[in-house]
């Protein structure tokens, strides 16, 4: 487990949790929990996924969640406007 920290919302997840979760809600469409988690801050008003990705050293991962978002909304989006389906639906 991530170490305790009452101010930070995402504190208490797994390693696990902290690896995976940004892709589960990717697969499952919940672009809106995923937007949601990525801003999230802390009682010091600090990024809390940054801050939980930093406390167990996978800022790696960090990177790799926010850079990886963008690209994927923009794809959405893209779809969107051209009339296709999208297997992304807001929540």
């Given at each position: 487990m991530?170490?305790?920290?009452?101010?930070?919302?995402?504190?208490?997840?797994?390693?696990?949790?902290?690896?995976?979760?940004?892709?589960?809600?990717?697969?499952?469409?919940?672009?809106?929990?995923?937007?949601?988690?990525?801003?999230?801050e802390?009682?010091?008003?600090?990024?809390?996924?940054?801050?939980?990705?930093?406390?167990?050293?996978?800022?790696?991962?960090?990177?790799?969640?926010?850079?990886?978002?963008?690209?994927?909304?923009?794809?959405?989006?893209?779809?969107?406007?051209?009339?296709?389906?999208?297997?992304?639906?807001?929540?």
């Open positions: 991530v170490e305790t920290d009452n101010s930070n919302p995402v504190a208490q997840l797994t390693r696990y949790e902290l690896r995976h979760l940004v892709a589960h809600l990717e697969q499952s469409g919940r672009i809106g929990d995923l937007h949601r988690l990525l801003a999230l802390t009682g010091e008003q600090r990024n809390a996924w940054y801050e939980a990705k930093d406390a167990v050293g996978d800022l790696q991962g960090y990177l790799d969640d926010v850079y990886t978002y963008p690209q994927k909304l923009d794809h959405v989006l893209s779809d969107i406007s051209e009339g296709k389906s999208s297997t992304w639906r807001q929540k």
